[in-house]
């Protein structure tokens, strides 16, 4: 069978501000239809600059990106037709009502006036915004704004949703909210790239990410097998011994251990001993029965399961840093 | 071409609404404008004694034209300031993403500037006409100094913009709006030109608002004086091609 053609198509872009730095450096990505694809990177990776080259408003210094089949430089009207587009803060009239929003947007869509209708009430609806449809959006909460800058993205029914940062600033239980309402949004077919620099986020919306550092994708896949791919889960034995016979009983639970871990599996814990396994759950009891013995006293167990974090530690040396995006400060003038 | 119509007509009616909901708005446009035909036509009643004034008799119907000009001044001086806050707020980039043609969405900041400065102006022409003041040529007359002042509006709102457009700073912009008021008080709007100082005559003959002042008092003392209605209307015309083409540019600016 054919592969389906991808949605989002990029190959070698390129950014450049100023003949400086290389905000983008040579990304090459495919999404195809359906997928929600994820970018996490920290602040300043690059990741807002690559969504504004795709969503138009901004030209890549080289490189070419499509967009449902459109080249983002030569097509920009048929990539915008085809485009929801949601940045990091919402982008919404404070003197328009939540309706008058999702109506403008539907004109410039050049939507039919009755479809329109249809559409804002089904999407106040879907939102939970019915009730402060009237209200200018102004007034709306910091949540309300997200879920109606969503909205009037989605009007026109695109093919593409472009998110950046979808949940930046907003309090844990919308962004919960939110995660839902990108799922349901995603389960019906809509195709998504969003970018974020939440590890929880990413592990739980996306199909398939792309960590991105320093203009660079640095690892692509799927986020269970990217967390596979760096090796293992880790048991940690904590050992009941005495300062002296700490060393001894390590150098026990090595030798009684050869054979279900491999030599280079192990290392020293300040409790113990931390031993690398494939698959935590179905290891434990091997270990326990092994390492019945009396020269042992195991004092307690602890196991974890890798996490995009490692992920990112891994391939970038660096932990992300979750922290709101700076603002450049005006300075002069 | 119908695509930008229908375009600026739909975001048009977005900045409309943005401006009619802040009542705020109505007041500092017309605080000052009102200010000055209340107390200024009291303070210097007696000023029209002077022999440059040319017999007139009312200082109020001297100074009422000015003032209708002066509010369409004030109603467009700050436009670039809406214009950056929401390219700031990231409105605009959501604007310039959606399949639109990029001028309508300029256009719409600006033709909706054409009734609001005709529609600011005729409460201070009301005004004037209620405080005594007339207008010689009548209904006519009544509506083209509000389409004079609308027209000066739109083509005077650029001198806000571009500094918007090219320093992306509300400070600087707001700021920069200040700076035009000397425009205002080297007019004709409180003396005729003939009892100005030498420097004074030179700004004023250079000062666009002058020869609007011009065209809307000959309107309301005189009558139809085709000369000065044409000359503001070309002054209006050749500032509203030199500023709107500047804004063109720099509004084009942004999308690198």
Known sequence: MQEAQ???????????????????????????????????????????????ILATLLRQTDGIARVAGFDVATQPKEVRRRLGLAMQTPAL??????????????????????????????????MGLSSVAKKLTGQ?????KRRLDLASALVHRPQVLILDEPTEGLDPQSRTALWEELERISNAGTTMLLTTHYMEEADRLCTRLAIIDNGKIVVEGQPGDLKRGIGADTVVLQLEATDGDLENQRAEVRRLLEGIVAPDGFADHPTGVSVAVPNASSAIPTLL??????????????????????????????????EAADQPIILGW | MTAIAYETFHLGLRTTRRFIRVPANFISIIFFPLIQLLVFSQLYQDIVQLPGFGG???????????????????????????????????????????????WSI????????????????????????????????????????????????????????????????????????????PLMFASTAFVPEALMPGWLQVVNDWNPISYLIEAIRSLMVIGYDWGKIGTAILTIGALGVILQAATLWAFHRLAR
């Open chain 1, 6 to 52: 991808p949605i989002i198509e990029v190959r070698d872009l390129v950014k450049v501000y100023g003949g400086e730095a290389r905000a983008v450096d040579g990304i090459t990505f495919e999404v195809a239809p359906g997928e929600l694809f994820g970018f996490l990177g920290p602040n300043g990776a690059g990741k807002t600059t690559t969504i504004r």
């Open chain 1, 93 to 126: 009239d404070a003197f328009s009502t939540g309706r008058e929003t999702l109506e403008l947007a539907g004109r410039l869509h050049r939507m039919p006036a009755a479809e329109i209708r249809r559409r804002a009430d089904e999407l106040l609806e879907l």
């Open chain 1, 140 to 144: 709306y909460s910091g949540g309300m």
């Open chain 1, 289 to 322: 029965r092994r390492l019945d013995d009396d020269s042992v006293h195991i004092a307690g167990l602890q196991m974890t399961q890798p996490s995009l974090d490692n992920v990112f530690l891994k391939y970038t040396g660096r932990h992300i840093r979750e």
């Open chain 2, 56 to 102: 007139q008799s009312s200082y109020l119907a001297y100074l009422a034209p000015g003032q209708v000009a002066f509010t369409a001044f004030m109603a467009v001086a700050w436009s670039g300031y809406g214009l950056l806050v929401e390219y700031r707020s990231g409105y605009i980039d959501k604007l310039r993403a959606s399949p639109i043609t990029h």
């Open chain 2, 106 to 181: 300029l256009a719409s900041e600006t033709v909706p500037l054409f009734f609001q400065a005709a529609a600011m102006s005729a409460i201070i022409l009301v005004v004037s006409l209620l405080l005594g003041a007339t207008i010689a040529t009548g209904i006519g007359g009544f509506l083209l100094i509000l389409a004079l002042a609308g027209l000066f509006g739109v083509a005077f709102a650029g001198a806000s913009f571009i500094p918007a457009l090219l320093t992306k700073s509300e400070q600087a912009t707001s700021t920069f709006s200040l700076l035009l008021f």
